[in-house]
T-cell receptor, first 113, second 115 residues
Framework: DVKVTQSSRYLVKRTGEKVFLECVQD?????MFWYRQDPGLGLRLIYF???????EKGDIPEGYSVSREKKERFSLILESASTNQTSMYLC????????????FGPGTRLTVT | AQTVTQSQPEMSVQEAETVTLSCTYD???????LFWYKQPPSRQMILVIR??????QNATENRFSVNFQKAAKSFSLKISDSQLGDAAMYFC????????????FGAGTRLTVKP
């Protein structure tokens, strides 16, 4: 079974803090993704990576950065957390190309106060 | 830009009965994939069913089946013999066949199953 794990299920941070969300997959997938899930908006792509040290912006990259130093690990960084970044964050991974689906982690519920 | 619309924020079904969740999408592409993902209360999203646009036959997976109407750009999910474990948030998703980095999700439908 594909396993995508995220470092925390729940996280509470203060405004202005630097926040790291970690994601690890064990299926040797080239592609990894970070999404933000908000009620009524579905999932929106923040960043994705198609190889180590390679990244591309998604639809809502502002206020976020990412790091991929190893193939299995993809980190999402909130440089200076703000209250409007309170959300559910989902990591996913996949092989490149058709018809491969994305496999998701359990999510991190981040609250910024 | 491709968009995915789920017009039913919430649905409920009686256990053992059938329910249909709606999804429409907008695209100018001819070759793409459509997906239904399930997110149970524990939050791990899992794939329920996938449909390739070039296939006319509707996909089925046990109690789950789709009604794919390409001309109408409609992709509904039918759940037969609903079970309590089917209660979840369901997301419809679309992506172009040649780019699996660009998945578009609908807003989701929360399904409640009544015993």
């Amino acid at each position: 079974d594909v396993k995508v794990t995220q470092s925390s299920r729940y996280l509470v941070k203060r405004t202005g803090e630097k926040v790291f969300l970690e994601c690890v997959q064990d299926m040797d997938h080239e592609n990894m993704f970070w999404y933000r899930q908000d009620p009524g908006l579905g999932l929106r792509l923040i960043y994705f990576s198609y190889d180590v040290k390679m990244k591309e912006k998604g639809d809502i990259p502002e206020g976020y950065s990412v790091s991929r130093e190893k193939k299995e690990r993809f980190s999402l960084i909130l440089e200076s957390a703000s209250t409007n970044q309170t959300s559910m964050y989902l990591c996913a991974s996949s092989f490149p190309g058709s018809p491969y689906e994305q496999y998701f982690g359990p999510g991190t519920r981040l609250t910024v106060t | 830009a491709q968009t995915v619309t789920q017009s039913q924020p919430e649905m409920s079904v009686q256990e053992a009965e059938t329910v249909t969740l709606s999804c429409t999408y907008d695209t100018s592409e001819s070759d793409y994939y459509l997906f239904w993902y399930k997110q149970p209360p524990s939050r791990q999203m899992i794939l329920v069913i996938r449909q390739e646009a070039y296939k006319q036959q509707n996909a089925t997976e046990n109690r789950f089946s789709v009604n794919f109407q390409k001309a109408a750009k409609s992709f509904s999910l039918k759940i037969s013999d609903s079970q309590l474990g089917d209660a979840a948030m369901y997301f419809c998703a679309y992506r172009i066949s040649y780019n699996n980095n660009d998945m578009r999700f609908g807003a989701g439908t929360r399904l409640t199953v009544k015993p």
